[in-house]
Each structure stands twice: as C-alpha cells, then as structure tokens.
C-alpha cells in the first residue's frame, strides 16, 4: 500500500469513528508520566500541594544526606526491637554504661543543701 493510500485510509477512518483531536495516550514509561505531570499548575494552584511538595523534598533530602553521614536508617525487625527494648530499659542501660559516682553525688548534695 502506498503512503497516499494509507493516508487516505486514516482520513477515512477519522471521518468514519471520529476524531476528538489529541487523544490521551497513557505513557510508556514512568518518566513520561513525569513529564507530562502538570507540576507547575498544582504547585501554583494548591497550598496543600506546595506544603506536601515541601515535606517531601526535606524528607528526600534527608533520606540521601544521612546515609552518606553514616547513620543508620535500616528498618528491621531487629533494629524494631532493640529501638522498643532502648525505651523500656534506656535508662537502666545508661546507669550500666555510665556508672553514677555515689560520692561525687552527695557532695553536690551537701554543697547544695538537698537533703
């Protein structure tokens, strides 16, 4: 079929169906999903837009930033537990691993009229 022909086939065709101009053809990729996002028009339009936009963008930030400054973000079932077991037991943890000077501590008391 020549290209005149087939040419004259899809006229044919757009008479016969109809045509409603651009159709919305779904991309193929994500980042033609992106692209074709109307980031200008919601980020002008809407407070909430703006504000969620903001959120995200700190919380991305953050999520690149604190890797690279070695902390440790992974969220595991043992990291879940031990972070449950830091708040029950936190403060008995810290008297184990800084032992409190009991003499040091009534000195003060002494100097300072408590009890």
């Known amino acids: 079929m020549s290209t005149k022909k087939a040419l004259a086939a899809i006229q044919t065709m757009k008479i ?3 045509s409603q101009g651009r159709q919305n053809i779904l991309p193929y990729h994500y980042l033609g999903m992106v692209y074709r996002t109307p980031w200008r028009f919601w980020y002008s339009n809407s ?3 703006r504000w969620f936009s903001r959120i995200m963008l700190v919380a991305f930030g953050a999520s690149v930033y604190l890797p690279l400054r ?3 973000l992974s969220y595991t079932p043992y990291t879940i537990v031990h972070h449950q077991l830091d708040h029950k037991f936190g403060h008995w943890i810290e008297e184990m691993r800084y032992p409190v000077d009991e003499k040091r501590v009534e000195e ?3 100097t300072h ?3």
């Open 47 to 49: 407070q909430v837009f």
């Open 70 to 72: 070695g902390v440790d």
């Open 16 to 18: 016969i169906y109809g």
């Open 113 to 115: 009229g408590l009890k």
């Open 108 to 110: 003060y008391k002494k």
